[in-house]
C-alpha cells in the first residue's frame, strides 16, 4: 500500500508550504493509483469496496490534493459520494471553474491554482468513471479515517 501523503499547504497553525516535487509526486502517485484501481476492476469486474488498498490511497491523495476546508467526515462524505455516483471528476471540475473562488479557497501552491496540473488530474480522475465502487454513503467513522472494511 501506498503510503499516506504528508498534509500540503498553510494549515492554522502556520505549517510550512508543500514544495512542487512533493505535489509532483502525490499527482504521480495519483494516476498511478487510478491505474490500478482500473486494473483491478477489470480483472476481478467486481466492485470497489472500503476493503480496497488502491481505495484507500486514492482518498489519501484525494484529501491531500483538495485539502478540503471542511470538517473531515464532511469532505470524506462528499468523495464517497462522487465515487460511488461516478461523478468526481465532473463535480471537482464544476467547482474549479471560478478563478476567483480557486484563490479563496486553496493555498498558493495547490495544484489546482496551476491550469497544467488541474488537467493532470483531472484527466486521471475521470478515468475512475468507468469503476464501479460499494460504498457506504452515511457512516458515523468518516471523521476519524477512511473505513477500513465495508459495513
Known amino acids: 500500500m501506498a503510503p499516506s501523503p504528508p498534509p500540503c499547504g498553510t494549515d492554522p497553525q502556520g505549517t510550512a508550504m508543500s ?3 512533493e505535489l509532483n509526486r502525490v499527482i504521480k502517485d495519483l494516476q498511478k493509483t ?3 484501481l482500473n486494473h483491478s476492476y477489470q480483472e476481478q469486474n467486481l466492485p470497489v469496496t472500503d476493503g480496497s488498498r488502491e481505495l484507500h ?9 483538495l485539502q478540503l476546508k471542511t ?5 470524506r462524505a462528499f468523495l ?5 455516483h461516478r461523478q468526481l471528476a465532473e463535480s471537482l471540475q464544476l467547482c474549479l471553474l ?3 473562488s480557486l484563490r479563496e479557497w486553496y493555498y ?3 495544484p489546482f491554482l496551476s491550469p497544467q496540473r488541474r488537467v493532470e488530474i483531472l484527466v ?4 475512475l468513471d468507468g469503476i464501479t465502487f460499494r460504498l457506504a454513503l452515511h457512516r458515523a467513522d468518516l471523521d476519524i479515517a477512511w473505513p477500513m472494511f465495508s459495513e
Open 98 to 100: 471560478d478563478p476567483e
Open 34 to 36: 487510478v491505474a490500478e
Open 108 to 110: 498558493a501552491r495547490s
Open 80 to 84: 464517497r459520494y462522487c465515487l460511488v
Open 71 to 75: 470538517p473531515v467526515g464532511r469532505g
Open 124 to 127: 486521471s480522475l475521470y478515468e
Open 57 to 65: 490511497s486514492l482518498c489519501a491523495q484525494l484529501e491531500f490534493l
Open 19 to 21: 514544495g512542487d516535487g
